[in-house]
């Protein structure tokens, strides 16, 4: 039989079998084939590949005398069908967090029992003081030296991510300066209550004023938890002025300023909340005597 030039011969028949399986010249010439210009696809003469449909069972049987009739194939598998996908392993590195809660008061250890280690314990600290105590510089050393994971959480930092439009209390405290300061405050309420929630202490410092309970302290317990531990770091007048006139920028007040906070910040005394007079004391020697109180407020937490 005579084929188009160009198109594809089709496999050699051999005996016992059908034609190949699944071979079609049109898979190989989807449009028609190119023939004489003069002569329509239908015309008489017009070469036309055959088509057949693709042979699945056993190949006609052998004529006679050409031999014993060979072993036929057994039909041929049902087409394979693809196995369910596997689900996709998460490879970007999400993890899945508690959400932070309340953080609740420490339990008290048996009277039997040693004192806790607050180094190894995950804690929530309220580090206050007035400016120029070293609350900041305590803060970062302590939780740098911490032998479990600890997070430090300064209040003024946190105020200062509002950039543009930024309410600066030196300018005059108004509604859109305390406005701001709650917004930060709670903003760091949160934070600490999710990196408590995942194990992960934390130490959070502000200017708190005993005279302001509801904007201060009472605050922070509801932002953060009743089991927030707080601390005072409560230095002499003269080294809280000395401290301050080495500070820069908005961090820096004036003299009276700090004096008037400093004056506020004496009424702790007698609130019944931990005191460290940290006028003689480095920054390391602070920090150790931070440890031993909240060793004692885990044993015996603080009204407040």
Known sequence: MQHPVGSPLPPP?????????????????????????SLPPTAPGYPVAPRQAPHLGPGPAPHPGSGPAPHQP?????????????????????VP???????????VPPATAAAPDPTTTTLAVLLIGPAGAGKTSVAKYWADHRRVPTAHISLDDVREWVRSGFAD?????????????????????????????????????????PDRPVVGLGGWKRHVGPGLLPVVLLPGLDIVLERNAERSGNR??????????????????????????????????????????????????PSW
């Open 252 to 301: 820096r007040l004036t003299d009276e300023e700090v004096a008037r906070i400093h004056g506020r910040m004496a009424g702790w005394y007698g609130s019944g909340l931990p005191i460290i007079d940290n006028s003689q004391l480095d920054i390391p020697e602070t920090a150790h005597l931070l440890d031993e109180v909240l060793s004692r407020s885990i044993a015996s937490p």
């Open 97 to 107: 967090l508690p959400p932070g809660g309340p953080v609740a008061v420490p339990s």
């Open 169 to 209: 209390p030196q300018t005059g405290w108004n509604e859109h300066s305390e406005a701001q300061y709650r917004l930060a405050r709670r903003t760091c309420g949160f934070s600490a209550r999710n990196f408590l929630a995942n194990g992960i202490s934390c130490i959070l410092d502000d200017a708190v004023f």
């Open 74 to 94: 057994p039909p041929a598998p049902a087409p394979h069908q693809p196995a369910p996908a596997a689900p996709v392993q998460d490879t970007t590195g999400h």
């Open 13 to 37: 028949h051999q005996p016992g079998h059908g034609p190949a399986l699944g071979w079609s010249p049109a898979a190989h010439h989807p449009g028609p084939p190119q023939g004489p210009a």
